[in-house]
């Protein structure tokens, strides 16, 4: 353990480097002691009190002690992982954090690591080298709390400018790099909607629109708005609208036209 002063303390615990081997998830649990986790390769889904976080290569996440936290999903494949525990009565400074230089974090890691697992450095030394490296988490850009929201925003105007598109869940989580359940909890607590129904309104509302201000086909309609076929549009209008789309198109037929 290691004094700053007479009230700062800093207490390396332990550390490993962790490679999965077919399926796994991060286990469930509440620690005594600040985890930290550095990624290499895969993505972490994992939740503290609640809180969805997406860890990716060369990003860290900071699992504060006496926190419960819980792996969300399941993979097949590979995760590739420094962690270390400590002990410290310092703030953390933050729960994410992203370098796009990592070479310096990853050396101090491995270094610590070497340090960690070589009898002749004494305990001191594993506390200095796990210190440098909190230290170096705390001048390391953080990823700002709160990117649910704007995470989610992004999703609102990527389907409004894919909506012609067959968008699915699947093919939105791609291509946000996220894994389909993790995007859909968030989108839906962000908007209190799930991301399945949004798309489908969303769609709805371009479908009409074409209905009632163009004299498009229902089968030219049908490729504009991400359906292979025109029966697949009109099966998906009738069940969301309880009519078909010429009926609904039908309802609004008186018009004024003017040229001046």
Excluded at 107 to 130: E, G, V
Excluded at 142 to 147: D, E, Q
Excluded at 230 to 237: D, G, P, T, V
Excluded at 239 to 253: D, G, K, M
Aim: hydrophobic share 40%; with cysteine.
């Amino acid at each position: 353990m290691i004094y700053l002063d007479q009230q700062r303390y800093f207490s390396y615990e332990t550390m490993g480097e962790f490679c999965s081997c077919g399926t796994w998830i991060h286990p469930s649990r509440k620690l005594s002691f600040h985890d930290l986790i550095f990624m290499l390769e895969g993505v972490l889904y994992i939740e503290e009190d609640g809180i969805p976080y997406t860890v990716f290569p060369n990003q860290a996440i900071i699992l504060e002690a006496n926190h419960a936290h819980r792996g969300l999903y399941g993979t097949d494949k590979t995760v590739h992982m420094y962690w270390m525990h400590f002990k410290t009565n310092m703030p953390v400074p933050c729960k994410l954090y992203q370098d796009k230089e990592s070479y310096n974090i990853k050396f101090l890691l491995r270094k610590l690591l070497h340090i960690a697992n070589t009898p002749t450095y004494p305990q001191y030394a594993s506390d200095a080298a796990a210190l440098l490296i909190f230290e170096d988490l705390s001048n390391t850009p953080a990823l700002i709390p709160g990117s649910a929201h704007a995470l989610t925003a992004k999703i609102t105007e990527y389907i409004r400018m894919n909506i012609h598109l067959p968008l699915t869940i699947a093919s939105i989580a791609s291509y946000f790099g996220y894994h389909p359940d993790h995007i859909s909890k968030i989108f839906k607590k962000c908007c209190g909607k799930g991301l399945k129904e949004y798309i489908a309104d969303k769609r709805m509302d371009y479908i009409k629109g074409l209905l009632l201000t163009t004299n498009l086909s229902i089968k030219h309609i049908a490729a504009e708005t991400g359906f292979s076929q025109e029966n697949a549009l009109i099966k998906f209008f009738i069940y969301h609208e309880n009519l078909s789309p010429a009926r609904f198109r039908h309802q609004y037929y008186n018009t004024h036209m003017n040229q001046k």
